[in-house]
């Protein structure tokens, strides 16, 4: 089988193997959509895909809304040439359900895919013929971190954005220089209302994009390159809102195990592009079933009815709870442990993991014991049931080919919010004790023995990027397996590195804690999974 909007009218080949198939009339939606788009989608990755436009299928199959969603991609020119226009925007997303069940489902929500490329004539007509249609109501995104900065790592302004600064709103080439002039077009083409959404997983994203776009307008309206109202029309959110938003649904890379799969049903259409800026994406998806995306109601225009898929729409503050309560508690702390963990004894699979006792109580202790009692609660989600659902339906998920290695990425960055933000509420709280933290200075004292590039079994181990990586190696390198401590010379410029861990370790008593873990962790071969055991299973703890 072939995807293609001719192949999906024998339903009956689809269906005997095992897809669903939309139920909604894919050309009269279409039509809908050219005429009264509401809403346009920056970033055709694999999240929106596998997540984003199975929100909107489910809601066009209920017959609770007659458009679909227009797919824009402004970096990765390719994913659209390689992935959408031969499939004419069609996809498959399959859920793999922890249960073993595996749901394909053909999705159609995404009617019309563009190149956001100010060269492209065609194209660049049609984006400013969407944003100045009064029917637009969102414009959302799932561009990645990066994304969103203006700058380089040194803080110098990227090549593209200073064209853009200097030349206005024209030929725009940098990624937000050409967001900012579509809804510029809208500005003069009769200030229509409209909400800018950041879907990304980074914290306060609406606040991100705001920043970006806002910086354009300011150096636009400095050099006169664009009216001096703009400014006004960016700033005032009955025109122009921001939300913020918190989404998590663990989508990875198109696997090979998923396109097997998918082969034996007899769909052909399989093969992954890894695109020269390294994508990796197929004509199918592969994520788990659970997902959660919560966004701030804050809507000038009007919104697509999201909420008819489970969506939830609720004011600021509690996406900024939902945001702490998985960032810093019930999932990315848990996470990481496994990650740190993991590497360090060899697994590659997350779900592995979970298989060990020793493993599975530790992200138990730290997410139940040592994460709740301070958790952030949304009211809107439960912590307890979320961190259950963790812990006993998504990390173990053996169908999900989630890895360690990939989790570790950039841990030095992670360590702040996902342990500190722990640790200083234990410092705040009168009733709670931060010397009585034993299982997160455990998992820190795993990251420093991690740094040695060492595993368990004393064998030489690839480290993740990490861009502290040059910097902090070199502490722990001269030490080997069998050393005896005290290793306080190695890991105090580690441990006391507020801008790491959120605080000086050795300022609140837990440096001294993670050295002598650390000591236990190094004191000979297996002595990692021994040490574990020791601490996860102690009567004390
Ligand atoms: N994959 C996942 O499990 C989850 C992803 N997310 C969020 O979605 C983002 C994207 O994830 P996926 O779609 O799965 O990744 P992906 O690799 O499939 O797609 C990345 C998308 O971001 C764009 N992009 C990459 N670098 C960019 C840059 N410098 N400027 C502008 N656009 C850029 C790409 O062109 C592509 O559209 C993540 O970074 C994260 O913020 C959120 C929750 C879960
Ligand atoms: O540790 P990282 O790299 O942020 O990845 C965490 C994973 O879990 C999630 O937070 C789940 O939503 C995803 O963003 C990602 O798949």
Not at 39 to 44: C, E, K, L, S, V
């Amino acid at each position: 089988m072939k995807l293609n909007i001719e192949t999906l009218k024998d339903v009956d080949a689809w269906q005997k193997a095992g897809f669903n198939l939309p139920k909604f009339n894919l050309e009269q939606v279409k039509e809908n959509t050219k005429t009264n788009p509401n809403w346009i989608h920056f970033g055709a990755g694999n999240i929106f895909r596998g997540f984003i436009a199975n929100a909107q299928q489910n809601i066009l199959n209920e017959g609770k809304s007659n458009r679909g969603i227009i797919v824009a991609e402004g970096f990765d020119y390719e994913i659209i040439e390689k992935v959408y226009k031969p499939y004419e925007n069609l996809g498959v997303l399959v859920t793999l359900k922890a249960n073993g069940n595996i749901e394909k489902t053909v999705i159609a929500s995404i009617v019309e895919s563009l190149v956001v490329d100010s060269k492209n004539e065609e194209n660049w007509k049609r984006l400013k013929e969407i944003f100045i249609n009064p029917s637009l109501q969102m414009v959302s995104f799932t561009i990645t971190e990066k994304g969103y900065s203006l700058q380089n790592a040194k803080g110098e302004y990227l090549y593209d954005v200073l064209e853009d600064f200097n030349n206005g709103p024209k030929n725009p080439v940098s990624y937000i220089g050409k967001l900012a002039a579509l809804v510029y077009e809208r500005f003069i083409n009769g200030k229509q209302p409209l909400a800018l959404v950041s879907m990304d997983n980074c914290s306060h994203n609406g606040t991100r994009l705001y920043e970006s776009v806002s910086k354009f307008v300011k150096k636009w309206v400095e050099k006169g390159l664009v009216e001096e109202d703009f400014d006004s029309y960016i700033n005032n959110p009955k025109y122009v809102s921001f939300p913020w938003s918190m989404i998590d649904k663990i989508t990875p890379r198109p696997d090979p195990s998923v396109r097997e799969m998918l082969k034996r049903d007899g769909f052909e259409d399989v093969e992954t592009v890894i695109t020269s800026k390294n994508t990796y994406i197929a004509p199918f998806v592969n994520a788990e079933e659970c997902e959660y995306l919560v966004i701030e109601d804050l809507f000038p225009n009007g919104r697509p009815n999201l909420e008819e898929s489970g969506i939830i729409f609720t004011d600021r503050e509690t996406v900024d709870k939902v945001e702490k309560m998985k960032v810093c508690t019930c999932l990315n702390p848990l996470h990481t442990a496994l990650a740190i963990y993991g590497c360090l004894l060899g697994y590659t699979l997350i779900s592995k993991e979970m298989e060990a006792s020793e493993l599975k109580k530790l992200v138990e202790k730290i997410g139940y014991e040592e994460g709740l009692p301070v958790v952030v609660d949304p009211e809107i989600i439960d912590p307890k049931k979320f961190i259950d659902e963790v812990i006993n339906v998504r990390i173990p998920n053996p169908f999900m080919p989630d890895t360690p290695q990939r989790i570790a990425t950039d841990t030095s960055q992670k360590l702040k919010i996902r342990f500190g933000e722990t640790i200083k509420a234990y410092m705040k709280r009168e009733d709670l004790n931060v010397m009585d933290l034993r299982f997160i200075p455990l998992v820190l004292a795993g990251w420093c023995r991690y740094l040695m590039g060492i595993d368990n079994e004393g064998n030489e181990m690839a480290l993740s990027s990490d861009p502290l990586l040059e910097e902090l190696t070199p502490y722990v390198e001269s030490i080997s397996l069998g050393d005896k401590g005290p290793f306080h010379r190695q890991l105090k410029p580690i441990l006391s590195n507020a801008k790491i861990f959120g605080v000086n370790l050795y300022e609140i008593g837990l440096g001294e804690i993670v050295e002598n873990y650390f000591e236990e962790l190094i004191a000979s071969k297996g002595a990692v999974r021994a040490t574990l055991k020791k601490y996860v299973y102690s009567e004390k703890n």
